[in-house]
């Protein structure tokens, strides 16, 4: 190792929380990047298929956001607005409503929150708990929707509940996502059923919370019928339908939103991640007008509405979602993932591929092989991470900008460090 990687080690290791977690799989010392590509302080070249855990969509230093950027910083644009009028919120404002909302047929509000996903979270489920009258939320089977207190309570993964120590989690219902009890078995049916039973013990619901594909839960996808059944459910049980599209939204999943082929209409709808196109933190709340009862400063946030996020999120949406002509390109290049997925899945015995869209993986059935998967994929230049209950599924999430090219090369990489894995785990079980 060069000396002044050791050097750098030794900071991280000396001063760095142990909370630390993908630096210690993937040690290099990153020092720039542009679209689908990272590159160390050696030097050496890697293909981005994590992509800030899908908050860089539209790839690295996309060069039209940062000229708009820097034209902001460079004129002494506002830099921290709280939540002041300014310019560049107006015309981010008007870019969605033109190009995201009016198209849809979607009249939300949208309310700015703290810069971070589990902000938006929290404040959804805040909403749903103040409009209803009622406190009892109902998540699911292998969700994640933050790390904060109230968001932290409707994630399903042990690992980071724990991390609230003995702390209380309360409130909330979790029942089965669609597949969890197996192919046979009718999750909408099974809740249904308890939601019905006035002695089922559990509380009549606030909110309904859900992810279209879940990110960090193993890229289980719902289908459209699921998504209907549990507003159906949701309606008839008086309670909001709120749609956690924080990592499967802007363009993940193929379109915009990732619920949108399925017709439903939620009362609120979490983003962040690549909302602002460009990696900066920045996160709202999408919220039916007859919801939208805060009063001034009821729920706010020193960060709410990251003003430099304003300038490059307006960017994208102009530049990828005025047409549909970006969509119908991620639509290839989806075909194109999950072609090369299924050759990864068929060198692994009753591997799967899960998810849709440019937020697939396979699950190879075993955390340690899926992290060494990642491992060798990263020792031949290509970033890639897990995700699922054991880490099961090895999780492609390149920035949907990636040049085919690009996308292919890394994609054989994957391929060769699965029958590298492989092969590895069948000598040493010889």
Known sequence: MPNDMVKQTTIYKRRESEARSYCRAMPAAFTRASGSELFDADGNRYIDFLAGCSSLNYGHNDPDMKAALIEHIAGDGIAHGLDFHTDAKSAFLKAYEDHILAPRGMNH???????????????????????????????????????????????????????????SLGDVTHMPY????????????????????PSSGIDAPA????????????????????????????????????????QSGCGRSGTYFSFEKSGIEPDMITQAKSLSGFGLPFAALLIKPEHDIWKPAEHNGTFRGNTHAFVTARVAIEKFWADDAFQKEIAIKSDVLGAALKDVAELVDGASIKGRGMMQGVDVGS??????????AYDQGLVIETSGAHDEVVKFLAPL??????????????TQATYDATRQMKIAAE
Do not use: Y
């Open 207 to 246: 909110a309904f919370i859900f992810e279209p594909i879940q990110g960090e839960g193993g890229l289980t996808a719902a289908s459209d019928d699921w998504m209907r059944g549990i507003e159906k459910i949701a309606r008839k049980n008086g309670a909001l339908l709120i749609v956690d599209d924080i």
């Open 367 to 376: 955390g340690d092989l899926a992290a060494t998967i990642c491992a060798r």
């Open 401 to 414: 900008t990636t040049p085919q090219e690009i996308l292919r090369e890394g994609l054989n990489i994957l």
């Open 109 to 167: 509000k949208i309310m700015m929150t703290g810069p971070t996903g589990t902000n938006a979270v929290e404040a959804a489920i805040k909403l749903a708990r103040k409009v209803t009258g009622r406190r009892n939320v109902i998540a699911f089977t292998n969700g994640f929707h933050g790390m904060t207190m109230g968001a932290l309570a409707l994630t399903g993964n042990a690992s980071k509940r724990d991390g609230a120590g003995n702390a």
């Open 178 to 197: 669609e597949g969890s009890l197996g192919d046979t078995v009718d999750t909408l049916e099974v809740i249904d059923t308890m939601l019905s039973n």
